[in-house]
């Protein structure tokens, strides 16, 4: 955790810096790096949270407990090949949450992360091509009323921090 805590920060000033050396200045990059708070959708298989459960298990397959644990991988929670997607919204998070297999312990829960979005691309139209393109920090899936940034993808993995988790009844 505290690994993950000092891998969001290096993140932030690294987003910072990026920003700071555009000709366009984005105030709120060069501030904070963009930070934002987001739900991300993931499954749990232990019985964390469960009559007072509040210690992390070891399995690999257990998303909640590894990425509190070990952070957000590129690897496992690239959605799409874009980037680790988080929604504004906890409805949306939650049903953005696919469980793979049939195991009736499977859970589903919200983590509410940090983010640093730096800069966001929107709206997001041809996502496959703007992925490999450097410049961006984030891209925006659906924006929402008064242009809310619904859906976004953060292309690196290092751009969230989980906060806390919220899980939901079966
Ligand atoms: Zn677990």
New binding site residues.
């Given amino acids: 955790m505290q690994k993950t805590l000092a891998r969001f920060e290096e993140y932030r000033e690294l987003v910072k810096t990026k920003a700071s050396k555009l000709p366009k200045k984005h105030p709120r990059c060069l501030a904070d790096g963009n930070e934002l708070l987001r739900f991300y959708g993931a499954t749990?298989?232990?019985s964390?949270g469960i009559n007072g459960v509040s210690s992390?298990?070891v399995?690999d397959k257990?998303c909640?407990?590894r990425i509190i644990r070990d952070g957000f991988s590129t690897k496992r929670e690239l959605k799409g090949g874009i980037g680790v997607f988080t929604s504004s919204t906890s409805a949306r998070a939650f049903e953005s949450i696919e469980v793979f297999e049939e195991n009736p312990d499977t859970r589903k829960a919200l983590i509410v992360c940090r983010v640093i979005a730096g800069r966001v691309h929107r709206p997001l139209e041809n996502i496959q091509e703007m992925a490999g393109q450097s410049g961006f920090d984030s891209l925006a899936g659906k924006v929402g009323l008064y242009s809310n940034i619904e859906e976004l993808y953060l292309l690196s993995p290092r751009a969230l921090l989980p906060c806390f988790v919220v899980i939901c009844k079966p």
Avoid: A, E, K
Wanted: with cysteine; hydrophobic share 40%; net charge neutral.
């Fill in positions: 749990i298989t232990c964390l992390l298990c399995s257990c909640v407990c």
